[in-house]
């Protein structure tokens, strides 16, 4: 991998720049990272359990973020909000904590095939304490049937974990109706979401929708890293998976990420300032860019739904006859920065589970590429990105053995 | 509570404000902030394994910040820096990891009785799994005898983990003999040292130490929250506790906080620039401050040693007859911003357990202070601090009913 990296390091500035990979990290806005400034060392710099002036400002922090979290997807008085230090560590509390504490009533855990690697893994790992998971299977845009859900759910089954909106192909699950298959089959099961990549793209009300628990991570919406939150249902029993001292919360020990908290405050803020017009501007760049693609490059298949039932950020396309993670190279160069689902793992190149489950082959799963739209991208950043995909499919179509040789004009 | 929330936040703005609360929040300089900035929006905001520019720009400031760490503790080639999003979280990794992983090997552990909580939460979390903990107890100083420690580690000890400074009295344990006497006793024990409180203070050389595991904390040493560290020596088998998408690391999934690691490593560098100048003046301030409260404040007992045995940086003290946490509020209305050994846990009054195990009694622990020393605090700090806590503490003593009257001059 290190040309590659001298590649990178080296290559020019180009043109425009346009940042596509927001499934994997966030940007944040200049008015995210004010917000964060002053409680690094003006105010609320202290412990949020500590009875000092800027401990309690930092309190202040925790809980007017908290309450701005719980009023955003609805909660209810009564139910808390765990702030964790990533998205990745919310679902983990939301897994392994539910397993944990409730194992006395039975030790199946129900997930679909196509859940984020951090709800997947623990639940695979719980296997090694004695419980059991099964996989709800997803068709072929990743939608799960209630009734196959309520089939798989028992009187064994103590947790089901399914997502709001898929992390690699968009797709927004009828959740309501799943939290009700899963209901009718045992009304005492513990439902999980994993809505990290819907807020800010759908609305979320937790009451309506019946869930117990719900996932939630900052960088996704433009706040900094450093903070993942999860929602819990008044009377909802989770253990702890980390252990410590305890600051203004029991579910997840040490202090608090105070300006993090902070960023994520004002995040949210500006995602729900002005959130149908946000999300419209989100979905027209979306269609423009998709049906671009489609319109300049030949051999391209769509990943995940089409329309209303895809979240309004999501592209995902695979270009056949090419690695997704050489495009993701080319087009760097070219200064659009996206990802690949050939590339999910710490630079091992295995193809994306997700693609698989919904039945793409290996090779197709290879060739896709990830592209995620800003509420801040504007139409000309989607015109560069559209100037560029073809040309450098086009360069590495020429150089791929495996490509069928275009006809001359 | 909520009268004292009121009042501090309602209190006037005092002449001057000293903050030396840096054992549960530190405060962060602004050329640490400065260091961050570019990381959240100008470059390297990417994912430190995609193979996009932002992403590479990413992976440099994990990498460099590794190398960092590496040499400030002086590591080998081969050895390892595991990033988490808290010091807590690398010592729950050294503990539960090095358990899950060493099962096979034995189920003994063995902790110092002055361990911080997350160290002693998540060993005796491990008995639910089978996993035994024995605590070493410490002297009146806080001091670990290495005989004590060689006979209580045998054949079944698979872990031993005690403090290089103590959190709260800054007791510098032997630690190279400490490790001596473990090993000397079972080779095979990985001994694990959270050095949280040592970085910055004390030199740290793992080869010479013979440690296999040692835990940092960024905010410890003025660089901002959210970055734990765990050092891994070659060889030593652990498992995640965390389980999720692996960014550029396999201990600690999720992706990786780089604004935070960006800060860290300019923290490092800040604390390391002059590093015997620092520690010379934090010493001579801790020793101003504890000798200015000895002479001007009656009945005040010293917790842990004095002396170059004690951390340059802190200073624990008794008050008699008065309740620390009350003194934590009435030293916040005068700007002097500290905290106490009876709140360490959630605003639930318990005494220290490290004031305890050194053989303190339940009401000589709630009256105790602590204050940590900065290398940028000022002699006039001192002063100021010297000028208000005999008057806060008098004020506090003549509403005591247990304390004793004054005779008239």
Redesign the interface.
């Known amino acids: ?1 290190s040309h ?2 001298e590649l ?2 080296k ?1 020019g500035k180009p043109p425009r720049e346009v ?1 596509f ?1 927001h499934e ?7 008015e ?2 004010e917000a964060m ?1 002053p409680f ?2 003006i105010r609320g ?3 949020p ?8 400002e ?3 922090v925790v809980e007017t973020t908290r309450e701005l979290v719980m009023k955003v997807i609805s909660a209810r008085q009564g139910d808390d909000v765990v702030f964790t ?5 919310a ?2 509390l939301a897994i392994m904590g539910t397993a944990l504490a409730n194992k006395k009533r039975g030790t199946k855990i129900v997930i679909s095939s196509i859940e ?3 709800v997947i ?2 639940a ?2 719980l296997e090694e304490l004695g419980f059991r998971v099964v996989m709800v299977p997803v068709d072929g845009e990743g939608f799960i049937d209630p009734e196959i859900l309520n089939a798989m759910v028992d009187k064994e089954t103590i947790l089901v974990s399914t997502q709001m909106v898929n992390h690699e192909i968009g797709t927004i699950q009828e959740l309501r109706e799943l939290v009700k298959a899963a209901k009718d089959a045992n009304p005492e099961v513990i439902f999980h979401t994993d809505a990290i990549d819907a807020l800010g793209r759908i609305p979320i009300d937790v009451s309506k929708l019946g869930v117990d628990l719900l996932s939630l991570s900052s ?1 996704k919406i433009h706040g ?3 903070v993942g939150a999860l929602y819990v249902r008044e009377g909802v029993k989770l253990k702890p ?10 579910l997840w ?8 908290l902070a960023g994520f405050r004002k995040a949210i803020e500006l995602a729900f300032e002005n959130f149908e017009a946000n999300v419209a501007h989100m979905r027209q760049l979306r269609d423009k860019l998709l049906n671009g693609i489609l319109e300049r490059v030949d051999d391209v298949l769509v990943n995940g739904p089409i329309g209303d039932r895809r979240a309004p950020d999501n592209v995902n396309v695979s270009f056949l006859y090419i690695e997704g ?1 050489s495009l ?2 080319e ?2 160069l070219r200064g659009v ?3 690949s689902g050939s ?5 091992i190149l295995e193809p994306s589970h997700v693609l698989l489950a919904i039945g793409r082959k290996h090779e197709e799963a290879h060739g896709s590429i990830m592209f995620r739209i800003s509420r801040y991208h504007k139409e000309e950043d989607i015109d560069y990105a559209l100037s560029q995909i073809p040309e450098a499919v086009e360069r590495l179509r020429a150089l791929s053995p495996i490509a069928p040789k275009r006809k001359a004009q």
């Open positions: 991998m590659v990296r990178l390091s290559h940042y990979d994997n990290s966030g940007w944040v806005p200049p995210v990272v400034l690094f060392n710099y202290g412990h359990a500590i009875t000092n002036l800027p401990g309690w930092a309190y202040e230090h990533s998205g990745t560590e679902n983990n984020h690697p951090s893994y623990p695979q790992e960088h900094p890293k450093g998976i980390i252990h410590g001292a305890l600051s203004t919360q029991k020990p040490g202090v608090e990420n105070v300006p993090a993670e993701t190279v087009l760097s920065y996206v990802s590339a999910c793992t710490s630079r």
